[in-house]
């Protein structure tokens, strides 16, 4: 594809390769304030380009499946999927764990690398923002659909019920209800909170009287003054102080559905760590899938610029390795503690009747990946692209091998049985997908989806828009 | 009907209306004839004017309350019925022509649950999986409702006056064109009452039809003690669980093999060769896997070496476990029992009779069965079927059975019946018979008329109803009533006469009410017939087996072997959704028969399990799907029966192949000559259970009587179990002051019969999921029977376990519950609350033995008014979303505990039985306070067998095993 950080530069600060030969630049040359506003606040302001509307169309047609799916599972009940005994749980807990997991790369990228001044977050924080909260829209909807009486959901909330009954606190479903709706509640409001500038930015520009009164609306009255901007700072430094903890802490408490319980396979003091490093790596994965179209779309090369893909792989590359070790080391230990279930189910899971998706796992996640050695491909935004996709798939087979393949063959060997999905699991796994992307495609039209002020300020403050 | 049965008159509360007992149909027609046509002349002014008519009907009838059902109460109370207090008769039903003693519960006169009658002897309390499920044969949808001819619906007195003008002619030659075809029938009355009327028909012909029958045994039965059999030799018997004395056969060998102690520990000894395996022969202590038809060879060489003058056959296999079976038998004379099932040839049954005779266990463990008077004027089966090819037949009454389905192939029965000119079957369901007989009546359910019934043992016992017909329904008292007199008195009459006689007693009542209330006729005799004491031996319904010829060089040919289903049968229980849906012994099959067919064939002949095959015997062919039977003789096949119905009700349409196509008067049981070709179709077998390996996991304990002798804690030491009071809980915190209820399962008594498994369905009110649903593993069998093969393919050892839930005292499931609906009680049970389960299955994923069970769908949903009868009213039914599991009976133990705090005492040791301990043929399931260390519970938990399943994992089960043990031959190990 193109190749922006093959042109030569127009900034006299620093040289356009580091010494490995990465590129530095964040942003491309030439941009001044006001092709910033143009680039970006005129997207919501102008109608869809066409790809716009075939992306859109298709992601309403998968959500309109997942209507029909949601509403027949409501009806039937989750008899209607593959679950059985002793698989009693499936997709449904397969996908919330994957949504989850990909939530994590926008608090990741906003509030860690915030804190950690790292710069090149500019470009790419809002949107993996909006990912993170409509994965975790996705996540949140799986253990509703999940639950075999989805209507007395709130029972596993902490509300003043007249029997004075309380949730099971010793439960790690309820550990999920908090750490899942925490995160969903600070990440919406950090997302919010950056978002408010850019709406007066848009509204500033906007010519039509509802769009000013909306994006006005939403705007909270930002005058840019140098009031707002310093109380917004803090409350947005404040807000990632928050998140960080939460990027370790949610895919922690996920990982303890199934850490905490005896199943093998599941009973693995490994899981937190291994799991949050999953989760990170499935979050950039998807992030590159959806952010590598979008910049050719909008055009949005000059933004969102080589250097950005280049640190999201070596990222990858990182989180990778540590779930290749979390593998390796689930397998090791297997082995090592000597425990027949445990060893039995290392072996079932290799060689059983699902060890053909383990191997496909094995590739997509530890095999595939390690061709992010490469700088060239690393550079070459077409194949990122599909690395990326390998390993969004990848993970989704992750939770298949850990969910399933552990619970299909556990302690009684009488009452093994295979779990086989059915269309309604398929719907909703695909339907799900089709959800995300809508809102998605909703948030790229009516929202800026790059922060304008942070790229204004790598305009106004060159130093900071390219790093050694 | 003056009895306290018969006060509740049968209505159920819900259904005033006495809807219940209106035959179910679906609304076909809802709307009124001509309604969905247009009027052709219908002016505008009129069709408005309809339109705001129906608008306004429409509209205001959807304003209108609900129509008031009121509850009707008694109008007088009945002195002994307390609503919501269950009340229990003695009763008796029929199987295989012979009594089973019954105790039947019921609520405000509907009877939901069929239990053992412990006065019984034959029974003693226990009940067979088919007693279980008569119950919802009561209740089923599907049974005939109304008397019909050609399908046109009649009533009783039209058939009354048909039969009449039937007979009438018939009169003039005796009869001689009447026939009479029945099942075994054992009721004193009704072969009274058939004596009565061969007696008025002096020409006319009785047969008997039972395609299970036990001709081949005619006359020589025998009763076998157990209780003093040191040595057990079986050849082909199921005498543990298809005899008709079955449930006191095994309650006796498990008296006999019971451990608890090492101190003055002993088993009986228990040899079996059989094709293919059944529950009897996976019992056995050594069991080989012989063709049925070498079983008579085998025990030629077994008599010969015992001294009993008879050829023996050359090349014999199994040479070691003969010298082994013929030492015991040497060793303990007059304490051992031969016994041969009814599948095998007259010959092994005369040449058993010898054995016994010869060591000396007639008399002390062997007798024979008192003698059953039968009316004479008695033919073959087959000189019926001829009479009727002839068309010499005019009238034919056939009694239950369905003999156009099941009757010999070779009989060309279908033929034979369509020239009989008037044919009547009276029957609990309309089946294939019915379907080509002028005349169906429907006969009565026993729960729903009176009869007598004689056991095994001989014996009697009174058939008492607990509810009021339900359909149009007669008995077969009346029918033959019916013959001689224009009408006929009811079946309680008959009844009653024929046992008072024509003058009663003074003290005739008192004797009366205590046979009814003891469920056994203790203090008279039965009466008796003109031309009793006849005992005829019945005459043989087929061909007799001497006349099959035996080739010697048929080592490798395949042979066929009939069976009955162990679920369905002979096919009667085809509608039965409880029998259906029952795993099959050692399979685990649902929902469907298959060939079964031994591991070494299906090698050879690289079939697998659900391949369809093409079996041809004697000319005639038939498809069946196929199933491995690790334990099979290499060279049989067996065909269960009872499958393929085609006029049956919803549950048993489209259920398995019909192996009735393939038997022939002479291959009966098994026969030599069958081809199998495979075939490219598969067929989609369902089990509830597919790995039969433990892994070598600290599931199943077992060993050997010396072993346990050499070493008693020998049970208990496989794994490390954790140090007991490991805990981060105070355990001084929640002590349990009261009951501790806890649960011991005798691994070594059990035999596998799955009668605990439908106890529970029963009791529990437990769905019938359906083949599809068992087929992506939903059963929801609350005890499931584990079956577990070790040693070779070839000849397993095979044992059983039934796997209720553990109430651990550590459970797994309850802590990850994040709505605490299941929760630990203050008596240590593991409750599940269905009203606050949310339906996250965490629990079931977090229990190591997995016995919960989910409600992935409303499978109570779609039940029929009728079927909605047969819950237990004291068990929630569950709806969709809900996990469900063993209570250990939580309503028993709550209803002991009521009857315990109004008499203000506490529960005592063996109140609360659950359902599943209850209907245990061998006592295998005991359940009890653990908190009383005098209670037969913790003797048992005391035993140094007792052990926990999957103990190292600290859930600290409260149902706990006790260790299987075979008492092995030390010299057949060796040899081995």
Redesign the interface.
Known sequence: MNAPDQSPLTSNFSPSQSPLGYPTNLLAPGQTYETVNATIADVPLKPAPGPWWVGFIIASLLLLMFLVAVTWLFI?????W????????GFAIVNFVWWVGIAHAGTFISAILLLLFQPWRTAINRFTEAMTLFAVCCAGLM?LL?????W??Y??LPYPDTMR????F?????WD?FAVGTYFTISLLFWYLGLVPDLATVRDRAKKLWQKKLYGFFALGWRNSAAHWQRHQIAYLLLAGLATPLVLSVHSVVSF?FA????PGWHSTIFPPYFVAGAIYSGFAMALNIIIPVRKIYHLEHLITGRYLNNMANIMLVTGMIVAYGYFIEAFMAWYSGD??EI?MMMNRAFGPYGWVFWLLMLCNVLVPQALWSARIRRNALLLFVVALFINVGMWIERFVIVISS?NR????????MF?PTKWDWMTLFGSVGLFLTLLFLFIKFLPMISISETRELVAEPEKATTP | MNHPASNGRARPQGAPDGSASRPYQRETDEFVPGSNEWPDDLSRREFLRLAGATLALAGLNSCTKQPLETIVPYVKQPEIVIPGKPLRFATASQFGGFGQGLLVTAYEGRPTKIEGNPTHPASLGATTVWSQADVLDLYDPDRAQTVTTGGAIKTVSDFWDALNLAIEPLKQNGGAAFRILSEPISSPTLLAQLDRVLQSFPAARWAIWDPLNRDTIAGAEVICDFTKAKVVVAFDSDFLYAHPYALRNARDVANRRRVIEPHGAGMNRFYAAEPTPTITGSNADHRIAVAARDVLPLAQTIAAELGIGVATPRNIENADWIAAVVRDLNASRGESVVIAGETQPPELHALVAQMNAMLGNMGNTVAATPALSLPGSQIAFGDLVEEMQRSAVELLVIFGGNPRYDAPADFNFADAFNKVKLRVHHSVYFNETSRHSHWHVPATHFLESWSDTRAFDGSVSIVQPLIEPMYVGVSAHEILEAVTERSPRSAYEILRSHWSGPEPAPDFEAKWRRALSDGVVTEFQPPSFAGAGQSIAPAPSATPLEKRQRSEARGSQLEILFRPDVSVRDGRYANNGWLQELPRRFSSLTWDNAALISPELAKAAGLNNGDVVELTFRDRKLRAPLWIQPGQAKHSVTLPLGYGREIVGGVGRNVGFNAYALRTSDSLWFADDLTIHKTADRHWLVTTQHHHDVTGRGILHDGTLDEFLADPHYAQKPEELPPLGYTLYDPSEYPYKGYKWGMVVDLNVCIGCHACTIACQAENNIPVVGKQQVGVHREMHWIRVSTFYSGTEENPRITHQPVPCMHCENAPCELVCPVAATAHDNEGLNLQIYNRCVGTRYCSNNCPYKVRRFNFLEYNGRLSPSEKLVKNPDVTVRSRGVMEKCTYCIQRINAARITAELDQRKIRDGEIVPACAQVCPVEAITFGNMNDPRSRLMRLKRSPLNYWMLGELNTQPRTSYLAKLRNVNAELVRSD
């Open positions: 039937k009940g989750v008899g209607i593959g679950v059985n005994v002793p698989v009693a749980w253990p999940h639950l075999g009486r989805p007395v959901f029972w596993l009954l309380w949730p099971q010793r439960s790690p479903l309820v209800v559905d905490v319980a005896i199943v027949i279930f039995y619970l556990d302690y009684s060997p009488s009452t093994w049985a086989y």
